[in-house]
Every structure is written in structure tokens, then in C-alpha cells.
């Protein structure tokens, strides 16, 4: 984003060996385990008007899940994803910019193909994969083209219309929606 590389540019990876997540957090992955890939998105309004940025992007994760069949997949505040209770994907997002002017979020996200057990055991928390829950193989090629779509989709109604566009519709996907948490 700071060396000026264009809105829309995207770098995947179906191996990622210094994954991180919130928290200073590793993301586990092993080649073909997970579908981790970065998106730079060049905003007109600057960063103090991105409140609720990482929720509508975890909506438009939903979406593309629900494309593929993976309909219990749903949101948890404010930046996973979802099924059963155990973690599909996670979210990370950096911005740089003015708080006033144009800003750029670089999207980082982390979705579960088809973890093999030894990359199970070195994560601190219940975890899933699109394996686990769905009788297709899944195309990373394929399944990433569905997420971007849905991406600029969700992040073009976000710009204009902020996220009170998307928050009844995110609220429906919320995992613990009315519940007690700690």
C-alpha cells in the first residue's frame, strides 16, 4: 500500500510461512492446507470512516461460503469465520493513509482448505476446514475467484453507504448473536 501498488491488487498463497493473525497469533498452514491471500483496497474516505471494515469483510467470506454450499458457516466478532463453533478463517487488517483523506486496508485473510493433523495440533484453538464439511474438492483457484467477487461486491456497498448497509445481514450470520459471551 505505501509503495503505491494499485486498488484491487491481490497476492495468494497456497503455502505461507509467516502467517500471523491478531494478537501477534501464528496462522498455521502447510502447502495446500489453506488459502491465505492479502487484498489492497484503496478507500476515497480515510481511516476514521472504516469502523466495521473487518465485519463487512467477514460477511462477504460468509457469502462466498454459502455459494459453495458451506451454509453453517457464520460470524464471530470481529474477525473470524465460523462453523460449529471452530475457526474456518480468520481475518487481519492493516491500514495506512490519513484519517481524514484516502486510506488503503491490505486485507489479509486465512481460510482452511484441508488441514492434516499434525498442523491441528500446533493451533490453540478448536479449528475446522472446508474438507471437513463439504463432499467436493475444492478448487483454490476457483474458490478464490467466488471470494474476491464477493469481496467487491461487499466493499463497494461499504464505501458508499457504510456498514448500517451490511449490519442487519451480518447480524443474521453472528454466531453468538444475543448471547452472554466473556
Given at each position: 500500500?505505501a509503495?503505491y501498488?494499485p486498488?484491487g491488487?491481490?497476492?495468494?498463497?497456497?503455502?505461507q510461512?509467516k502467517g500471523r493473525?491478531?494478537?501477534?497469533r501464528s496462522?498455521?498452514?502447510?502447502?495446500g492446507a489453506?488459502?491465505?491471500?492479502?487484498l489492497?483496497w484503496?478507500?476515497?474516505?480515510?481511516a476514521s470512516?472504516l469502523s466495521?471494515?473487518?465485519?463487512a469483510v467477514?460477511l462477504a467470506?460468509?457469502?462466498?461460503l454459502?455459494?459453495?454450499?458451506?451454509r453453517?458457516?457464520?460470524l464471530k466478532?470481529p474477525?473470524?469465520?465460523?462453523v460449529?463453533?471452530?475457526k474456518?478463517a480468520g481475518i487481519?487488517?492493516e491500514l495506512n493513509?490519513d484519517?481524514?483523506?484516502?486510506?488503503?486496508?491490505?486485507?489479509?485473510?486465512g481460510?482452511?482448505?484441508n488441514?492434516?493433523?499434525?498442523?491441528?495440533?500446533?493451533?490453540?484453538?478448536?479449528v475446522?476446514?472446508m474438507?471437513?464439511?463439504?463432499?467436493?474438492?475444492i478448487?483454490?483457484n476457483?474458490?478464490l475467484?467466488?471470494?474476491?467477487h464477493?469481496?467487491?461486491q461487499?466493499?463497494d456497498?461499504?464505501?458508499?453507504e457504510?456498514?448500517?448497509a451490511?449490519?442487519?445481514?451480518w447480524q443474521a450470520?453472528?454466531?453468538y448473536?444475543?448471547?452472554?459471551v466473556k
Amino acid at each position: 500500500a505505501a509503495s503505491y501498488a494499485p486498488h484491487g491488487m491481490v497476492a495468494a498463497a497456497l503455502l505461507q510461512t509467516k502467517g500471523r493473525g491478531r494478537r501477534g497469533r501464528s496462522w498455521q498452514a502447510a502447502f495446500g492446507a489453506s488459502l491465505t491471500f492479502s487484498l489492497l483496497w484503496r478507500f476515497q474516505m480515510g481511516a476514521s470512516a472504516l469502523s466495521g471494515l473487518s465485519l463487512a469483510v467477514g460477511l462477504a467470506l460468509v457469502r462466498a461460503l454459502h455459494h459453495y454450499g458451506l451454509r453453517s458457516a457464520q460470524l464471530k466478532w470481529p474477525n473470524d469465520i465460523l462453523v460449529q463453533g471452530r475457526k474456518l478463517a480468520g481475518i487481519l487488517i492493516e491500514l495506512n493513509g490519513d484519517m481524514d483523506g484516502p486510506s488503503a486496508a491490505v486485507i489479509g485473510i486465512g481460510l482452511n482448505l484441508n488441514l492434516p493433523p499434525a498442523i491441528r495440533t500446533q493451533i490453540d484453538q478448536p479449528v475446522t476446514d472446508m474438507a471437513s464439511h463439504l463432499p467436493i474438492d475444492i478448487d483454490p483457484n476457483a474458490l478464490l475467484g467466488q471470494l474476491l467477487h464477493e469481496l467487491a461486491q461487499v466493499l463497494d456497498t461499504f464505501e458508499r453507504e457504510g456498514f448500517s448497509a451490511l449490519r442487519e445481514e451480518w447480524q443474521a450470520h453472528h454466531a453468538y448473536h444475543g448471547e452472554v459471551v466473556k
